[in-house]
């Protein structure tokens, strides 16, 4: 059974820093890529960043600079450092593995499993 368990969300200041955990398994997990998103009530999930098997990454424009997504093959685990972080950053984010193909930006469709989504909210 897939499985993908974020973890690491919380409130914080503006300027401040968060990482996130997503927890991996039932799958291979160094055969997928994968993708955080975020999401706020009445928009759409927006792709954050991406990460592919080989580890190239893509970063949408307003986090570049201050976010950095990683993978760990061996504990099968992905993270998004959240540095500077901004009151717009405020969202539910979710992990998310696409099998092999990587594309960019990283489109909701695309991706096959999704985790639970951790909240991460931004205080001014």
């Known amino acids: 059974q897939v499985q993908l368990v974020e973890s690491g969300g919380g409130s914080v200041q503006a300027g401040g820093s968060l990482r996130l955990s997503c927890a991996a398994s039932g799958y291979t997990y160094s055969n997928y890529c994968m993708g955080w998103f975020r999401q706020t009530p009445g928009k759409e999930r927006e792709g954050v960043a991406a990460i592919s098997t080989g580890g190239v990454t893509y970063y949408v424009d307003s986090v570049k600079g201050r976010f950095t997504i990683s993978r760990d093959n061996a504990k099968n685990t992905l993270y998004l450092q959240m540095n500077g972080v901004k009151p717009e950053d405020t969202a539910m984010y979710y992990c998310?593995?696409?099998?092999?193909?990587?594309?960019?930006?990283?489109?909701?469709?695309?991706?096959?499993?999704w985790g639970q989504g951790t909240q991460v909210t931004v205080s001014s």
């Open positions: 998310a593995a696409r099998r092999y193909i990587w594309s960019i930006p990283p489109v909701e469709s695309d991706f096959e499993y």
